[in-house]
């Protein structure tokens, strides 16, 4: 019966702590977003570092003279690149979503640290993130030197001129 447990709950090459881990650092980021009302909310900001960590952590599992996991890590990015471009718009000559498009492409890169740094490194990058896009939200609403041109704020259809 025991083996049979063991079965069930093996999840090689893939770990339970990693998957813990990704979640948790999906959520640090995908709060902050989903907080502000932005696309890239908990669930897929999590999903995100899930999928890059297994995606990531099955390569390294099938490496050998003929395979290189680093070609994996390389088609994820290509792959989150495009997720990315999905979130961007343009509304009136504004750009928008460029923000959202970045921390997908970033929680990528939490979700490879979680496979290859290490568990800490991922939980360190999560919480730069999170103060990258609130700390600089702060520093845009004390000073209007940093919300001129492109970084103005958007406001419905009609932008602040």
Known sequence: MTDDWSLLLDIAPLTWQGILVCLVCGT???LERQLRGKPVGIRTASLIVLGTY??????QS???DVTDASRIIGQVVTGVGFLGAGVML???GVVLGVTSAATIWVLAA???AVAVAGHFIAAKLAIIVVVILVGVDILESYSTVL???VHSRYNGWKQKR
């Open 54 to 59: 297994a995606f990531v952590a099955l390569a």
């Open 147 to 149: 919300t001129r041109g």
């Open 110 to 112: 939490i979700g490879v």
């Open 28 to 30: 640090i980021v995908g």
């Open 90 to 92: 343009s509304k009136d």
């Open 62 to 64: 099938v490496t050998n």
